[in-house]
């Protein structure tokens, strides 16, 4: 990571290009604000494309295909869907008739695009894209509700409207007619009837997932107090791999994690190590986070002491993303199982994703709350109304909102790309067979009990988890709530009067009070003074580069 807080693109390498007509000027700004020492690998009327490292290819017939980032193992494409789909990686194809630039058939991977003229301009980072010619940008506004409402942007969105981030199975196609859109349908939507898919198969299906020591190495895997990462910890340990497990502080006043998971390594005999922040880790990593999440979220900047440490590991990293919605049905519930229609489904849906805190008496200024849950609220249901009348609609809205653009921040955009990052339960393969489990069967973590006692044993598997009935006890130290913490966040906030103007009596009497230990026990709250703040934060770095204007905020008094 450099002191800018961009990463470094060591085990993924960074790339950008254009698709279509490239105009000099705007192809010389790109490469510009791009990462210095890109070698340019296709250099057509159609297509240029620059990459810091090599790029894996395949050929069939007269095409020829460039894919990075491959989030899935598996044998070599032969065609754009393949690649999107199987390897779960971005890519361009060659013909003698087009090119085209492709995302992953689950919109995980980093592509951005900014359409300027007859030609669309990529990178793997938003920063690149932003002055590719000297006009104002325009704030996304519904892109920021949701980074309020949820915790981060929807689909296409991204916190500037003219920059978008390639959806899920889709693809830019540059002919001699022009550009055009294309798409698929990818095998999770295929309609699965529910059936018996055995703990032990899924097992087996995950152990076939994990990635191999280097020589002289080991593989690495994040350890909390949870049931995803004791999984794939327990599977490695049990393939008989160098393996070290590394645990955190979640920072969430209770530190279970620590507790936790110290028991699930030494029951495993695996190394442990634990990463211990210092007091005011929160307040020192929060604006390299916000660079480096490039504005997208402000509920990772608790990893970041961890990222530091894992870019200097060696080997893969395995990191537990999608097997708490996939095997667990994190956040659907029976009562959004049961909705009468599809709009039901998604409203209530949004409703668990949200937990209610934008309208929470007092939060914010009455007509910025409304207007705030409005714009998120039509952005779900653009983004997951195709979803309508899947068997695995909750499910698989969860997965493509959530998950990919919300929790997917902390493996691609904190770990990696400086880490080797593999993600076993994103494999389309355990995907489509997490789908054939009935949601029924998987909530309430019966079916996990099971999976964890066949693939690791009932010694570690029914170790206490987060998953687990607690007593409850105060709040102890965080960092994030820190009177050091919340005075910089009133700061920044109070520095920009539209941004301030949004919140309501409640955030306004925290941020009044900074050293109120009562703010601990308020996760609610502080989720939404650190949106708010990652807003103001957003406004004021590129102040110079935006239009002040944005409606949810001058909609307010």
């Known amino acids: 990571m450099t002191s800018a807080g961009e990463p470094a693109f060591r085990s993924r390498p960074y790339v950008c290009g254009v698709l279509g007509p490239a105009d000099p000027a705007a192809s010389s700004r790109l490469l510009r604000d791009s990462p210095g020492g890109l070698r340019e690998l296709v250099h057509t009327d159609r297509l240029r494309l620059w990459a810091s490292g090599e790029l894996e290819q395949w050929h069939r017939g007269d095409e020829k295909g460039y894919f990075w980032a491959a989030n899935a193992s598996g044998p070599a494409p032969s065609s754009w869907r393949d690649a999107a789909q199987d390897r779960l990686a971005a890519g361009v194809i060659l013909?003698?008739?087009?090119?085209?630039?492709?995302?992953?058939?689950?919109?995980?991977?980093?592509?951005?695009?900014?359409?300027?003229?007859?030609?669309?301009?990529?990178?793997?980072?938003?920063?690149?894209?932003?002055?590719?010619?000297?006009?104002?940008?325009h704030p996304d506004e519904q892109a920021w509700a949701s980074i309020i409402?949820?915790?981060?942007?929807?689909?296409?969105?991204?916190?500037?409207?003219?920059?978008?981030?390639?959806?899920?199975?889709?693809?830019?196609?540059?002919?001699?007619?022009?550009?055009?859109?294309?798409?698929?349908?990818?095998?999770?939507?295929?309609?699965?009837?529910?059936?018996?898919?055995?703990?032990?198969?899924?097992?087996?299906?995950?152990?076939?997932?994990?990635?191999?020591?280097?020589?002289?190495?080991?593989?690495?895997?994040?350890?909390?107090?949870?049931?995803?990462?004791?999984?794939?910890?327990?599977?490695?340990?049990?393939?008989?791999?160098?393996t070290r497990a590394w645990t955190t502080s979640p920072d969430d006043g209770r530190d279970h994690d620590l507790e936790l998971a110290g028991p699930v390594a030494r029951a495993l005999r695996m190394r442990h190590r634990t990463v211990v922040p210092g007091e005011?880790?929160?307040?020192?990593?929060?604006?390299?986070?916000?660079?480096?999440?490039?504005?997208?979220?402000?509920?990772?900047?608790?990893?970041?002491?961890?990222?530091?440490?894992?870019?200097?590991?060696?080997?893969?990293?395995?990191?537990?993303?999608?097997?708490?919605?996939?095997?667990?049905?994190?956040?659907?519930?029976?009562?959004i199982l049961d909705s009468r229609t599809p709009a039901v489904l998604r409203s209530r849906l949004w409703d668990s994703l949200s937990r209610g805190r934008v309208s929470l008496p007092g939060m914010f200024a009455p007509e910025a709350a409304a207007r705030l849950e409005q714009l998120s609220r039509e952005s779900f249901d653009e983004v997951t109304g195709h979803l309508d009348g899947h068997p695995a609609a909750a499910t698989l809205?969860?997965?493509?909102?959530?998950?990919?653009?919300?929790?997917?921040?902390?493996?691609?955009?904190?770990?990696?790309?400086?880490?080797?990052?593999?993600?076993?339960?994103?494999?389309?393969?355990?995907?489509?067979?997490?789908?054939?489990?009935?949601?029924?069967?998987?909530?309430?973590?019966?079916?996990?009990?099971?999976?964890?006692?066949?693939?690791?044993?009932?010694e570690v598997g029914q170790l206490p988890s987060t998953n687990d009935p607690r007593p409850r006890q105060p709040f102890g130290y965080r960092r994030q709530a820190s009177p050091q913490a919340v005075s910089w966040m009133a700061d920044t906030i109070g520095n920009d009067d539209a941004v301030r103007r949004m919140i309501g009596p409640k955030m306004r009497a925290?941020?009044?009070?900074?050293?109120?230990?009562?703010?601990?026990?308020?996760?609610?709250?502080?989720?939404?003074l650190q949106a708010v703040t990652m807003l103001a934060m957003w406004r004021s770095a590129y102040a110079a580069r935006v239009t002040p204007d944005v409606p949810l905020l001058s909609a307010t008094p």
């Open 95 to 137: 013909s003698p008739e087009s090119a085209t630039l492709h995302t992953c058939a689950l919109g995980m991977q980093e592509i951005y695009v900014r359409r300027l003229g007859a030609a669309v301009y990529f990178s793997v980072r938003i920063e690149p894209l932003l002055q590719l010619d000297d006009a104002l940008l």
């Open 149 to 242: 409402c949820l915790g981060y942007p929807l689909g296409e969105a991204t916190p500037f409207a003219e920059v978008r981030r390639m959806r899920a199975a889709t693809a830019w196609e540059a002919t001699t007619g022009g550009l055009e859109r294309r798409s698929f349908e990818p095998c999770y939507l295929e309609a699965q009837a529910p059936e018996r898919f055995s703990p032990s198969d899924m097992a087996a299906l995950l152990t076939d997932r994990m990635p191999a020591a280097p020589w002289l190495g080991s593989v690495h895997s994040t350890l909390s107090g949870g049931w995803d990462s004791r999984l794939l910890a327990g599977l490695l340990a049990r393939s008989g791999q160098r």
């Open 280 to 335: 005011q880790a929160w307040l020192q990593d929060v604006r390299q986070a916000g660079r480096r999440v490039q504005y997208q979220a402000s509920m990772h900047t608790w990893l970041m002491p961890l990222a530091h440490r894992l870019h200097r590991v060696r080997g893969p990293l395995v990191d537990g993303l999608a097997g708490d919605v996939l095997l667990k049905s994190l956040f659907v519930t029976p009562e």
């Open 397 to 458: 809205s969860v997965l493509l909102s959530r998950t990919m653009r919300g929790v997917a921040i902390s493996p691609m955009l904190l770990f990696a790309p400086e880490c080797d990052v593999h993600l076993p339960f994103a494999d389309p393969r355990v995907l489509m067979a997490a789908l054939r489990v009935p949601a029924h069967r998987k909530m309430g973590g019966a079916y996990y009990r099971e999976l964890l006692d066949v693939a690791v044993g009932p």
């Open 510 to 528: 925290a941020l009044a009070n900074p050293a109120d230990e009562r703010l601990r026990s308020q996760s609610g709250l502080l989720a939404m």
